[in-house]
């Protein structure tokens, strides 16, 4: 549709900046619909509960169906729920749906490469989000110059891009577009008190970003979805994170853990490449120092573009 629309209409057109326009709010949703999942992981492997499964558009597992065993077994999507059972459609031909309860459903919890992929994509789609608003605010200075309010308007949505990264750079470019942004507000419509509110609001959310990096060490193990933290930050996490494994698999308390559940922790943070070799149990508290190294080596990577090297 894109090409098409350059075709008809040129580079530079309004219409080209509009398909951009909705390619930013098509990475939006998509966005929103993988961190969702993504958090529904990080919850049930905390919890072992699958409250937040029931809601429409969670993939389930079904499972112990004693009249209609044929079914078990099979994937399928929630679709509808009230407060006893949900309404699933499974992954067949014929899309059938049946109505089950909540033991009769678990969750389709993703792969290490399952994860792998999402957390990618969360960054592609970051990536495809800052393209196409650098395009809408590039076109929209061609066409209606530098002093109108649409101009003020994309400068801030290309900041609220940036700022999605939660990367150094990033964040600082996003800085620097919405005072920009503000700066356009006053000069052709001080008066759009709502356009006013939306910069300064994110503005102060820029700036307070900033700061955070302006602390040692503080960076995103995995920029488009973990908030910039510290060594001692994901030390705090991380112990909770591991005791929260403990206590679902029945040994809240215990300095240590089988090394199954030492490895499903580290997938959680996204360290996919550091094995628990232990074939026993492991020390909880000695393994959460080496885990928070690889995660500091982990953070540098994903930002080497952000921040110099040490």
Known sequence: ???????????????????????VCI?????????????????????????????????????????????NGIEGVVVKMDAVRMRVRLDMLDNKELMLKSENVCPLLPTARKLQEQLMKLHDLAQERIASSKEVHRIQIKVKGVKHV?????????????????????????????????????????DDKDLAIGISETLS??????????????????????????????????????????????????????????QQGLRLYGLFNVTVSACGAVDVDAFVAIACDELQKMKLEANRDSVPAP
């Open 205 to 262: 959310a820029a700036k307070t970003a900033q700061a955070r990096f302006d602390e040692g060490g503080v960076l995103s193990a995995m920029p488009c979805f973990w908030l910039p933290t510290s060594r001692q930050g994901d030390e705090i996490r991380m112990v909770r994170l591991f005791a929260g494994l403990q206590a679902r698999n029945g040994k809240r308390g215990s300095p240590s853990m089988s090394s199954e559940a030492m």
């Open 27 to 71: 990475c939006q949703q998509q966005v929103q619909a993988i961190t969702k999942q993504l958090s529904m992981h990080m919850e049930y492997m905390l919890t072992n509960s699958i409250r937040l499964y029931h809601s429409p558009g969670s993939r389930v597992l079904v499972e112990g169906l004693q009249k209609q065993q044929q079914y």
């Open 150 to 190: 649409n101009t003020a308007i994309v400068c801030q949505n290309l900041g609220v891009a940036c700022l999605a990264t939660d990367k150094p750079a990033d964040t600082g470019l996003a800085a620097s577009l919405l005072i920009q942004a503000d700066k356009i507000r006053r000069r052709v419509c001080d």
């Open 1 to 23: 549709a894109l090409d098409l629309t350059r075709r008809c209409h040129g580079e530079e057109s309004a219409a080209v900046a509009s398909c951009h326009q909705k390619m």
